[in-house]
């Protein structure tokens, strides 16, 4: 593997190649001039103890820099004392008076959150992704991991951390050090906080210099998993909680979930309705004096369920009795039948949602609170509306497609006190095109023609096609490593703005697919790619052998001198790893001879680990070009 990384790095820097980017634009320099700067996802940051907390009835304290999410020990030994560090104040978004938590700082942050032998692939989120850019040759200082609190809402986090001013200096750092633009990764929420960085950006730079600021730090863009129009899991979690696979109940997991100011970053919204975009010179002057007014199109009220492929929610609320007079006879009053009501994606993000079960939650004035304070009155942005396609030369949206995910819920009253007052009694799914309930009927709705990645739905993920032209070239190939009989391609095919694109290709049976969607011509100069990678989990894809190959691959492809094709081709995919190698025991023989041969090293306990690639094997990589 060393070998191979060598023989790339030394192919790529020989006579100090100069870069020139497929699309035009271009900039100077060689391989080593590129860095990466990874924005982690929800809850995929490591959180530490910033004070002292003794615990009682518990041999384990909390001291500064001890871990708290994920703590797995603590969180067994000492719940009470964890959710101490964890929550924060619904109003203020300051910590428990007894203990603070604040990030992680650097890679460890985020690629194990619970170290350990047992624990350490479990909570193993970007480790993989990293050990491949090791692999491949990259230097240490140009893999750069931003983390931040995941707990606080977009503005909090400029407020208490000053993260966005901390990002843009990550990037202007890694400029000066590497001479070069950086690829941006970001996964789930990580994308609407860059999302929310590239406008907070305007109110930091001149408007004439935005854009030369944004051409010569950010080379790529690669969306993974981006919840663009939120996710239905998001309501689930706030009205019964959402353990994380954590050993509390729903009932702690929604008291934690509703204290953070992120809770609705993430909420269902309509595609249908924006808002004005309020720029002030000051970031803080004035954020009370105005609110972000939300206009609809009219096609929110012709269509049902706000676009997406159901109501979010249904609900039945308790019917209101008669208390005014205070000598009603109860035993003559009637049993009275709760009330249904179904809510779409629009009234959850406008506070529709909340307001009507107001009487019957207590937790409901603090997020109707939230929502007004924290995101329709955010000076910079309405988190809550549609983006349209960053101003970015390239962008790459990649998530999963064709798993079942959950679309919508039903929830009754449980007879139970607060946190535990709501049970949820169905749930609607999406599954490669159609909608079933938990029970297993079928649904009327709106289904697309694929479904999401498990977590968010096909109808959010997807919206990012919306950023493709009205010319759209359309390949599908094997996951696996193939020779290129069994890819598709469709080319020049039609696309209409806010239309899905329903490619007309076949799939043999037991075989996963990606599907790649790519327009270097709508735009001059700038390329947008979308990508649907089958079965692929919303948490696990991060650390997918799949989607690591391909996007060493167009990273490769991007700083090639000699690339003549605007992507990089996918008419074969060979060996690039000495795992990738396998034995073919049909033959008798290392499989992709061509690519890989049997060479034994002291300590392989089978034949497949003996087969390894070839010196040679860099020069493979030309034919991708």
């Known amino acids: 593997m060393r070998e191979l990384g060598f023989l790339i790095v030394s192919f790529l820097l020989l006579g100090a190649l100069q870069i020139n980017s497929v699309d035009g634009g271009g900039f100077a320099g060689d391989y080593s001039k590129l860095s990466g700067i990874i924005i982690p996802g929800f809850a995929s940051t490591q959180l530490r103890a910033w004070s002292i907390l003794d615990c009682p009835y518990s041999p384990l304290d909390f001291n500064p820099l001890d871990s708290v999410w994920l703590d797995t020990t603590k969180l067994l030994s000492a719940?009470?004392?964890?959710?101490?560090?964890?929550?924060?104040?619904?109003?203020?978004?300051?910590?428990?008076?007894?203990?603070?938590?604040?990030?992680?700082?650097?890679?460890?942050?985020?690629?194990?959150?619970?170290?350990?032998?047992?624990?350490?692939?479990?909570?193993?989120?970007?480790?993989?992704?990293?050990?491949?850019?090791?692999?491949?040759?990259?230097?240490?200082?140009?893999?750069?991991?931003?983390?931040?609190?995941?707990?606080?809402s977009p503005s909090m986090l400029e407020e208490r951390d000053l993260y966005f001013h901390k990002l843009k200096l990550t990037f202007e750092t890694a400029l000066k050090l590497h001479g070069g633009p950086s690829l941006v990764f970001a996964h789930s929420l990580g994308n609407n906080v860059f999302r929310y960085f590239l406008e907070w950006l305007k109110l930091e730079i001149a408007p004439r210099k935005y854009m030369q600021w944004l051409d010569e730090h950010i080379h790529a863009y690669f969306a993974v998993g981006a919840p663009l129009l939120g996710a239905t899991e998001t309501v689930k979690a706030t009205l019964s909680g959402n353990t994380f696979g954590l050993p509390v109940s729903e009932g702690t997991a929604r008291l934690m979930f509703n204290s953070f100011g992120s809770s609705l970053w993430m909420m269902p919204f309509s595609k249908y309705c924006t808002s004005n975009h309020i720029h002030w010179k000051h970031f803080f002057e004035g954020r009370k004096k105005r609110h972000q007014i939300c206009h609809c199109d009219e096609m929110e009220f012709k269509l049902n369920y706000s676009g997406w492929p159901t109501n979010i929610i249904n609900i039945e609320i308790p019917s209101p009795q008669d208390i005014s007079q205070p000598q009603v006879d109860l035993s003559s009053m009637e049993c009275r039948l709760p009330t249904p009501l179904s809510f779409s994606a629009r009234e959850i993000s406008d506070g529709t949602f909340f307001k009507a079960i107001e009487d019957y939650d207590p937790d409901s004035k603090r997020l109707l609170y939230q929502l007004e304070e924290l995101y329709h009155n955010d000076p910079v942005l309405n988190p809550l509306t549609p983006w349209d396609r960053p101003p970015l030369k390239n962008i790459f949206c990649i998530y999963g497609v064709d798993s079942k995910t959950e679309v919508g819920y039903y929830f009754a009253p449980s007879g139970k006190p607060y946190p535990d007052n709501w049970i949820m009694t169905d749930v609607i799914y999406e599954i490669e095109g159609t909608l079933i309930s938990r029970s297993g009927n079928l649904v009327d709705g709106n289904p697309g023609f694929a479904s999401g990645d498990e977590t968010v739905p096909y109808h959010s993920l997807s919206w990012c096609k919306t950023w493709l032209g009205s010319k759209v070239n359309i390949t599908r190939a094997p996951q696996s490593q193939h020779d290129g009989s069994d890819v598709q391609m469709e080319l020049n095919v039609e696309h209409h703005h806010d239309a899905d694109i329903v490619p007309n290709m076949t799939r043999a049976p037991r075989v996963k697919y990606i599907t790649y969607y790519e327009d270097s011509e709508s735009i001059p100069g700038k390329r947008t790619a979308v990508w649907e990678v089958d079965k692929a989990n919303h948490r696990n894809i991060v650390r997918s052998p799949v989607l690591m190959r391909e996007l060493w691959l167009e990273m490769w492809h991007d700083i090639h001198p000699d690339g003549k094709s605007k992507f990089v081709r996918k008419d074969k995919r060979g060996p690039l790893r000495n795992e990738d190698c396998y034995w073919d025991y049909g033959k008798a023989r290392c499989a992709w001879p061509e690519h890989c041969e049997y060479r034994y090293v002291f300590g392989d306990v089978h034949l497949g680990q003996s087969c390894r690639l070839r010196n040679s094997s860099a020069d493979q990589l030309l034919r991708y070009l």
């Open 79 to 152: 719940v009470n004392c964890w959710l101490k560090c964890m929550l924060l104040d619904p109003y203020n978004q300051t910590d428990h008076p007894e203990c603070k938590s604040r990030p992680d700082s650097g890679l460890s942050a985020i690629t194990e959150l619970d170290p350990g032998y047992i624990t350490g692939p479990l909570s193993s989120v970007w480790k993989e992704w990293v050990k491949w850019c090791i692999e491949f040759g990259i230097e240490a200082n140009a893999i750069i991991a931003v983390p931040y609190d995941w707990r606080l």
